[in-house]
């Protein structure tokens, strides 16, 4: 792993509650901030930011808090420029990948506020390699799985 490439400390939104904490390098969990009224996405990129902390290195450092500093979602190798996960495990052998992250929105297609067309998807997914593997991750990665052909379907919501 590349903890030595991570900074002593950075920010990030606490799961699931969004509000901003400490991350310590090499320390299991977070700490509060005195940011807590303030929890946004944003907020944390510009903290961390001003730190020249990376997007890459703060996911890193947010999944090494929770699932451990000797995993390859604590190493900021593995995340793009965005702060995207893009290595997976397959036959105990890295591979990269483009991670597609949902947001649970309820349990019922009308409790879905937001997703993206089609057509912004196909416009999104234009930028990424024609051959690089698609991992779903949901509930905060803590679900993940492939897609298929046979996943795709539509859907008649009436």
Known sequence: ???????????GLRP????????????RGY???SFLKVS????VNELNKSMHVTRAQAEAMM???MFGWDTPASDPDNYDEEGRYI???????????LKLTMRRQGYQFSDISETMTVGELISELRR???DLPVVLSLDDGCTIGGLTDEDIAEEDLK
Do not use: A
Request: glycine share 4%.
């Open 16 to 27: 699931p509650t969004h509000e901003i904490v400490i991350i310590k390098r090499g320390v």
């Open 63 to 65: 999944y090494g808090s």
């Open 87 to 97: 290595y997976f495990v397959r036959k105990d052998k890295l591979h990269q990948c």
């Open 40 to 43: 946004t996405q944003e907020k």
């Open 128 to 130: 990424y390699p024609k």
């Open 31 to 33: 700490f509060p901030s």
């Open 1 to 11: 792993m590349n903890i030595e490439k991570l900074p002593e400390y950075c920010y």
